[in-house]
């Protein structure tokens, strides 16, 4: 009995262990702290200063024992923070890799200065809220990069003043950093976000605002405001947001109708609380590989010897860079590649896709071609993956001939042997002719 109850004893004592491991997971991150450097400013160079930071992670400030203080020698006490994430935002696996690890997150801690929006459609949330205390504080933003493109995280963090204890106030996630979509396809944008329910600050509503960016060109995507519950108006056609998980659960992720050529950009979604801000940015790139046609089609029927001509045709493509090349394929199964033909400039559809094609000078002198089975193969490698377009090519003389071939050939046979009697037969009656003329003209002159 005694030593059940040890057992048992010991059980619970392994399931607490693994509960408060599992409970504790939560990491430790290495950060840049990144900030302007005071009296820098207009100076070009070294405007800003970074020094390594260390950010501990917690679910409940409780738990920051003074066992877990270790920071290495390298890092300034005063950049050594404990941070409280009730949402457990930052305690995501993609943040904290196996020790050992190759991959290492991403992070960079800022000061942040709370100030009311001046935006049409987050300025509302400051009309009517002031919370001059609560606002006295140190305040910071973090932005993290989980490792293999699993997770973006910013954060606005507020530590009353001049400690070290940060409490997570908003934080902005990602799940979709890189999102790769074919054409015509429902597109989800991810984006959430999470807001302290006890601050001061969440009373007054949220505002959304989805841009996009693409080499220095950005338009307004959707912008929404929590609390007025008004969008604002944009150009952008097919994209709209769960307006309901938005409010319930804080799920601000942009859903596209259909993918176009023109969506592949930068899209930012950036979560407004009253005078907060945090944002993440997420990659969709729209990848369409080509579809391929071979002219002419089918090839004509070539004589030993004889240069063909041969088009292949990329269309509906993107985005632009594409391989085009071309394979012959012997009876045998041999494969021999013959180059890239001469390859076209490309042209634009007015969807925003891509084609170009090839023109292959094939000599069949330098080629072995069977009996039947030769093939010409049309290869092109996209981003979207590889796709071949093949024509089996006939040679006179080498392929065995179809019935209606020798039919025809048996219809040309006879119309031959036709033509020839009648030439014949026309030479020798005008040969006759001409003879009984000149016996004529004999029996005249004698
Ligand atoms: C957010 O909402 C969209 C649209 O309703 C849904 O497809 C997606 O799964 C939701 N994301 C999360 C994390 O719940």
Not at 51 to 59: A, P
Not at 91 to 114: D, Q, T, Y
Not at 223 to 232: E, F, M
Not at 242 to 264: P, T
């Amino acid at each position: 009995m005694t030593n059940f109850s040890t057992i048992y004893k010991l059980f619970l004592v392994a399931v607490f262990c693994f509960i408060h491991a599992c409970s504790s997971s939560c990491p430790v991150l290495e950060c840049w702290y990144v900030q302007e450097k005071a009296g820098a400013r207009g100076g070009l160079s070294a405007a800003t200063s970074q020094e390594k930071s260390l950010l501990y992670i917690s679910t409940d400030a409780q738990s920051h024992s003074a066992s877990s203080q270790r920071a290495p020698s390298e890092i300034s006490p005063d950049r050594v923070y404990f941070v409280t994430d009730p949402a457990g935002t930052l305690c995501h696996h993609a943040l904290n890799p196996p020790r050992g690890s190759i991959n290492k997150p991403l992070c960079e801690v800022n000061p942040f200065l709370p100030q009311p929006s001046t935006l049409r459609w987050a300025a509302p949330l400051t009309d009517s809220a002031r919370s001059p205390i609560y606002l006295q504080a140190d305040w910071f933003s973090t932005s993290h990069q989980g490792v293999n493109k699993q997770l973006t995280v910013s954060s606005i963090m507020r530590a009353p003043t001049a400690t070290k204890e940060l409490d997570v106030i908003l934080s902005v996630t990602s799940k979709t950093v890189s999102v790769r979509s074919r054409l015509g396809e429902r597109v989800l944008l991810d984006c959430g976000f999470w807001a302290d329910p006890s601050t001061p600050l969440s009373e007054s509503g949220f505002a959304l605002e989805w841009r996009y960016q693409f080499r220095g060109n950005g338009r307004l995507v959707v912008a929404y405001n929590g609390k007025t519950d008004r969008l604002a108006e944009t150009q952008e056609k097919g994209a709209t947001l769960d307006f309901e998980a938005l409010h319930k659960r804080g799920n601000a992720s942009l859903i596209l109708q259909e993918a176009e050529v023109r969506h592949s950009g930068i899209y930012i979604c950036t979560v407004y609380l009253p005078y907060l801000v945090a944002q993440v940015t997420v990659e969709l790139e729209i990848v369409e590989p080509p579809s391929l046609s071979i002219y002419p089609s089918p090839l004509p029927l070539a004589v030993p010897g004889q240069i063909l001509t041969i088009q292949c045709e990329a269309s509906g493509f993107a985005p632009l860079s594409l391989d085009l090349s071309w394979q012959f394929k012997d009876a045998g199964g041999k494969i021999k590649p013959l180059g890239s033909g001469s390859v076209t400039g490309h042209k634009q559809a007015w969807d925003g896709t891509y084609s170009q094609s090839s023109r292959l000078e094939l000599d069949t002198t330098s080629l072995d071609l069977g009996r039947e089975g030769a093939e010409v193969t049309c290869v092109a490698a996209h981003l979207g993956g590889i796709r071949r377009a093949s024509r089996t090519l006939n040679v006179i003389g080498f392929s065995t001939p179809t019935i209606e071939d020798s039919m025809a050939m048996v219809g040309v046979a006879l119309a031959l042997y036709g033509l020839i009697k009648f030439v014949s037969w026309t030479l020798t009656s005008s040969g006759r002719k001409q003879s009984r003329n000149s016996d004529h003209k004999n029996c005249i002159v004698c």
